[in-house]
């Protein structure tokens, strides 16, 4: 219909430029079909993200939405949510004209996807994801129709905040001692060393670095040490360029097991502490003796 009448409105101008009553009346008839074609766009129905990306918590829940022009009624709305990359495309969510359709719902969204229907009556199809999984990153697609249709992408991306960082100490020998970092998430992240001194030790560390069954990755680091100088060593995780967490050793004394500066393992002596802690007061007063 549009096409046609500014078809005809065209010709007409055209017929008519030979004099200036034509000429005002072709500006006038392109301006007439301008206008119609501009109203007929905006009639257009149309769907908008309301983000371009959402950033999500593993184990946690999160809302992600699409606006939709303003409809009559929602009751007969169909609202398509799907996960269209990494491929297979798979369904996340279907209303069809109204009804839940959980046929061709992927098996790893079910029970886990929902539609709040309350907000459709403020035009907007808000999916719910819940207990987040490392694998529903991706780019979400939402199809809104009703009379017309269409459809527009967001994405998702799924994050694990590092765990606390786990240290340990082991014994090599008489004078050297390894410190170990161990700490789990994602994305990938790098163990850093620095001593009190405030050196980059980083590059005598040995790290490694496995993804788990849940799609984590968990981060291990090594860095040996003199177990003779006083000193204090710092295990940071590092990610994207900034540090999450830190840890300190304190060497000597910063391993179970070991007292002060004697470097007795408590364990080899087979005695009580608080017997050990006696013989300490006792050697102590003995030296302050001899001293004076």
Known sequence: MWPSLQGKLHSEAVSKTSDPLGTIYSLLSLSLSLSLSLSFSVS???VEPEQDSYDGELHKNIR?????????SVTQLSVFWQRIDPLPTVDVYRLEKGL?????????????????????EKYRAVLELSQLQMSDSGTYQCVV?????????????????????????KRLDNEKVELSCESQGFPLAHMVWSDGRLQDLTVRSNSSSEKTSEGI???????TVSENIIN????????????RQSVTFNIPGGSDGLVGWFKLPVKSLQIPKIC?????????????????
């Open 44 to 46: 257009l129905f149309t």
């Open 64 to 72: 992600i939405a699409c606006r939709f022009s303003p409809v009559e």
């Open 100 to 120: 839940e359709n959980h046929n061709f719902t992927d098996k790893s969204f079910q029970k886990r996807a929902r539609l709040l229907k309350d907000e459709l």
């Open 145 to 169: 129709s009703l009379k017309e249709v269409d459809y527009k992408k967001t994405t998702l991306t799924v994050r694990a905040p590092y765990t606390a960082i786990k240290k340990d100490i």
């Open 217 to 223: 990755y968990k981060v291990t680091s090594q860095v």
């Open 232 to 243: 204090n060593y710092t295990c940071s995780i590092s990610l994207e360029g900034k540090v």
């Open 276 to 292: 050990l802690k006696l013989w300490l007061n006792v050697l102590q007063m003995l030296l302050l003796s001899i001293c004076n």
